[in-house]
């Protein structure tokens, strides 16, 4: 797991997160991956607000999915940098 890294921005700057969708969330939204440009300082919780109200489809995602930042398992409120990958990872079936 890599850490996240964490680049000082000035408040108000434009930061942009990747997105990246697994099995039935990429089933939902037709893709794989998409992008959102947010107003730093921001949130894992910012940021997946910001993806579901203006990516078309996001809206059918769960409201506080399973997430992991540059690879790590987060909470919510943890920080998000220009260039950070959230993984949005849906429930598993086990046994």
Not at 3 to 13: C, E, H, K, M, N
Not at 30 to 50: Q, Y
Not at 72 to 92: F, I, K, M, N, Q
Request: hydrophobic share 45%.
């Amino acid at each position: 797991m890599t850490a996240s890294r964490q680049v000082p921005v000035a408040a108000g700057t434009s930061i942009t997160v990747r997105f990246r969708f697994f099995a039935r969330y990429a089933e939902l939204l037709g893709k794989n991956e998409s992008s959102v440009t947010l107003k730093a300082p921001a949130t894992v919780a910012d940021a997946v607000r910001a993806l579901r109200e203006r990516v078309p489809g996001a809206q059918a995602l769960p409201e506080h999915p399973l997430v992991a930042l540059n690879r790590e398992h987060v909470l919510y409120d943890r920080p998000v940098s220009d260039g950070d990958e959230l993984a949005l990872l849906p429930p598993l079936a086990g046994g």
